[in-house]
């Protein structure tokens, strides 16, 4: 029934991909793209989402609800009519910070190697080769870079790979 549900939802909402448009009161809509911060949900006239998952309500900006995956339903609750463009919260992924957080500890400040092998000095497109298949799930060992990167958002990917290629030089 979910599935049904969102399926109709989703085919819908690509047409207008990632730009929300909610009346006043409550909305279920689904995400077309991962959504990595619902910090634009409780601006201006976003109230709360919530999303339902593993037999349990979660819910933004009160509860363990993070981040949205493509596909996945959820309810929006606006004080009034209003459109969200979540573009604007992609745009905002900076792929310096997300790398000294979730990837030096590994390959070093720098991409000079640390507790893993170097990865620095390669360009745009080796990074894409390698890092594209843990993006599609074809790649998932070792498993701390498939899960940090199955399921990526491709423009933050992309963004990652132009950061990447700058390492070393
Ligand atoms: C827990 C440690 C760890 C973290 C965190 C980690 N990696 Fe890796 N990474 C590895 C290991 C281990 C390998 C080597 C895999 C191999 O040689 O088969 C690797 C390989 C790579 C490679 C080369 C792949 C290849 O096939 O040659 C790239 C590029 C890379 N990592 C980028 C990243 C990026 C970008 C992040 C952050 C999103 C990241 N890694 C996070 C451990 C890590």
């Not at 959820?74 to 969200?84: G, H, N």
């Not at 905002?92 to 991409?111: E, I, P, Q």
Request: hydrophobic share 35%.
């Amino acid at each position: 029934m979910k599935n049904i549900t969102l399926a109709l939802l989703v085919g819908t909402l690509i047409l207008n991909a990632q730009v929300f448009d909610v009346k006043k009161g409550w909305s279920l809509v689904g995400a077309t793209d991962k959504i990595e911060n619902l910090s634009l949900f409780s601006e201006g006239c976003m109230g709360s989402v919530y999303s339902y998952g593993e037999k349990q309500w979660h819910t933004y900006p009160d509860g363990d609800l993070k981040k949205m995956n493509v596909g996945e339903g959820f309810w929006i609750y606006a004080t009034k009519d209003c459109s969200v463009d979540t573009s604007k919260v992609v745009s905002t992924f900076d792929a310096k910070s997300f790398f000294l957080g979730n990837c030096a500890t590994c390959h070093g400040d720098s991409g000079q190697g640390a507790s893993s092998r170097a990865i620095k000095g390669q360009t745009k497109s080796w990074y894409s080769s390698k890092l594209t298949p843990f993006q599609k799930g074809d790649r998932t060992s070792p498993s701390v870079m498939s899960g940090l990167l199955k399921g990526f958002d491709v423009n933050n990917l992309d963004k990652l790979n132009t950061f990447l290629a700058t390492l070393g030089k």
